[in-house]
């Protein structure tokens, strides 16, 4: 009867190793991925609260498999490091501009020539197609979650810029290849982060600054800047970034990329429409401070397009040299426009 016992027993013991081994407990199925979330928006700011909601609604769709932690503002990794500590793996996902790091995407630059756009929504879209077509590899070190621009930037001062001449010796803030165009309209480009203009600004390291008017309340330029003077021909875009760590990409289930994925493709367009509708916002904040909008006249506005027109120019002539397709991304931008433009 013992021995009859001591099989029991083991067989028992046998069966419930064999349910842990099969049937693992819903806590070893449910472990959860943990994940970190860089940006240099301010945390108040309309794009950081949507990079956040990104963040909430990957959690949701997920089931909680997934959790991430968000940091605004540059409290993980500084604007200008963003992309160097995703890839590093400082942070898993990181929100930035291409901008800040001056060289490291020249192929990219494109979106940032005076090549016509005239909204937030036209240049998000555009860039997000300029990737799927080209695919650069200086953005191989990571997994693109997606990609967004800003409408064309306009000139805020602190005394009025009406003609070129008025702007000949300011200094401007402006990063990347905007400190080019900064460079061509006869003014001296400073450069400066976002977070960092509104200082800049206010203490006279800076008399002006190019940026959409959304930067007049998002960032607060609004109040130490007192015109805003528009130029279609000569304004840029900023391409901006929102990319993944690779190894941490490829880490993911395969359910939960595709979940991730989808959530990518319909963020796309909603800060395509948080661009034009911060705008918007900027315009009436400005207005209410009694801040003054200047519009060229069209022949002043032609001036400043031939003025930084050698800019295109100069990007064919720099693609060239590293063997990259600047013509064939250039063309792709400038037709796009034509046929997706108003």
Request: glycine share 8%.
């Amino acid at each position: 009867m013992k021995r009859h016992f001591g099989e029991g027993i083991f067989i028992l013991v046998l069966f419930f190793s064999i349910c842990l081994v099969c049937f693992p407990s819903h806590s070893t199925a449910q472990k959860v991925i943990s994940m970190n979330y860089s940006n240099f928006f301010p945390a108040p700011h309309k794009h950081s609260v949507l990079a956040e909601q990104w963040c909430r609604e990957v959690e949701k769709r997920t089931n909680g498999r997934v959790k991430i932690t968000y940091f605004p503002g540059g409290t993980l990794t500084p604007a200008a490091q963003i992309f160097d500590g995703v890839v590093k793996g400082i942070s898993d996902i990181g929100f930035s501009c291409f901008t800040y790091t001056r060289g490291k995407f020249p192929l990219t630059e494109v979106i940032d020539l005076p090549i016509g756009i005239k909204d937030g929504t036209t240049a998000t879209r555009l860039i997000n197609e300029y990737y799927k077509k080209f695919k650069p590899k200086e953005m191989d070190d990571v997994q693109v979650m997606y990609l967004h621009a800003h409408g064309p930037a306009k000139l805020h001062t602190k005394t009025p810029v009406y003609r070129l001449e008025d702007l000949k010796g300011m200094k401007i803030r402006a990063t990347g290849l905007a400190s080019k165009i900064v460079t061509a309209l006869g003014a001296a480009p400073v450069g400066t982060t976002m977070p960092e203009t509104y200082d800049a600004l206010r203490t006279g390291v800076a008399q002006g600054a190019f940026s959409p008017f959304e930067a007049l309340e998002g960032f607060k330029w609004g109040e130490v800047v007192k015109y805003s003077t528009v130029s279609y021909s000569s304004g840029y875009s900023t391409g901006m970034f929102i990319v993944m760590n690779k190894n941490r990409w490829n880490s993911l289930p395969p359910d939960i990329q595709m979940i991730i994925t989808e959530i990518n493709q319909e963020w796309i367009e909603r800060q395509a429409k948080v661009w034009d509708e911060i705008e918007l916002a900027g315009i009436e904040f400005i207005k209410k401070r009694g801040n003054k909008i200047i519009y060229l006249s069209k022949e002043e506005d032609e001036r400043w397009a031939v003025a930084v027109r050698p800019l295109l120019d100069e990007y064919l002539k720099n693609m060239k040299e590293k063997n990259l397709p600047g013509d064939e991304a250039l063309k792709f931008c400038i037709d796009y426009l034509k046929a997706n433009q108003k």
